[in-house]
């Protein structure tokens, strides 16, 4: 028995819905290349160097002490460049678009941040350091603390002074060590940083922990003492996850070292 005209017009809108569908499929799978253009003609590193820092940001990278070698030059550019500094601009542009909508209704209402590479940029001593491609020397970096000369990230500045005038109360929860008060503090007024409600820093029966412990029991010992935490900004995983988180947390990019 033959079928009737109106079956054999539903089966042919069937297949060529089917065909479309597929070609689509197909014509949306080939705009991805199987060989990266970049590699094809030759830059292989900066395509790779790319990758490993977005592996740093999303914190995939996990533990390591130095930057790949081969990302010594890609670093060094970053760094130097405007990248650096528009990806600076990016965070503090989002953090603030948060800030503006938290609602302020007194000193407990706070925002946390980091000092080194957060507020503080140390790219002048890490340009005479190998950028980051050599393992940490503790004793020059405190050498170079000492003088109190770090710069300030101008776009931390930027945040820092938006979020005071915005009624926010600035702590600021440091791994550094409480014998370097003095000279984070000179440094920190001289980059045009000041008014925050306290600076913490480790004591020495903290040297011990690492960071991610340290910075989440002070922040549990904020939270203890009546403050909101709303915002955290750091350049390591280390400063924003673990206990007592803020309800927002802003990473600022650094492919110079990795801190636990």
């Not at 060529?16 to 590699?39: F, N, R």
């Not at 706070?110 to 790219?123: K, P, Y």
């Not at 340009?127 to 000369?149: H, I, K, M």
């Not at 203890?224 to 750091?234: E, T």
Request: net charge negative; charged share 20%; aromatic share 12%.
């Amino acid at each position: 028995m033959g079928r009737s005209p109106s079956s054999l017009l539903l089966v042919f809108f069937l297949a060529a819905a089917t065909a479309a569908a597929a070609t689509q499929s197909y014509s949306l799978l080939a705009t991805v290349p199987e060989i990266p253009y970049d590699i094809a003609v030759g830059n292989e590193d900066s395509l790779f160097c790319e990758s490993w820092k977005f592996s740093v940001e999303t914190n995939d990278a996990g533990f390591w002490k130095s930057i790949p070698l081969r990302c010594l030059d890609f670093v060094k550019s970053y760094m130097n460049g405007p990248r650096y500094a528009s990806d600076c601009a990016v965070v503090a542009d989002e953090s603030i678009a948060y800030a503006s909508r938290v609602p302020i209704s007194g000193s407990n209402d706070a925002w946390i941040f980091d000092v080194d590479e957060t507020l503080l940029s140390n790219l002048p001593y890490y340009r005479v350091n190998g950028y980051g491609s050599e393992e940490f020397n503790g004793t020059s970096f405190d050498e170079w603390v000492d003088l109190a000369e770090a710069p300030a990230i101008p776009a931390s500045l930027k945040l820092y002074r938006e979020l005071q005038r915005l009624g926010f109360t600035t702590i600021l929860l440091t791994g550094r060590s409480e014998h370097q008060r003095a000279a984070t503090e000179r440094n920190l007024m001289a980059a045009g940083y000041g008014g925050w409600e306290t600076l913490i820093l480790r004591e020495l029966s903290e040297e011990g922990t690492t960071a991610e412990e340290y910075k989440s029991a002070r922040r549990a010992a904020l939270i203890s003492q009546g403050y909101k935490i709303h915002g955290n900004s750091g350049d390591q995983w280390s400063d924003l996850i673990g206990g007592a988180t803020a309800v927002r947390s802003f990473k600022l990019p650094n492919p110079l070292y990795w801190l636990a």
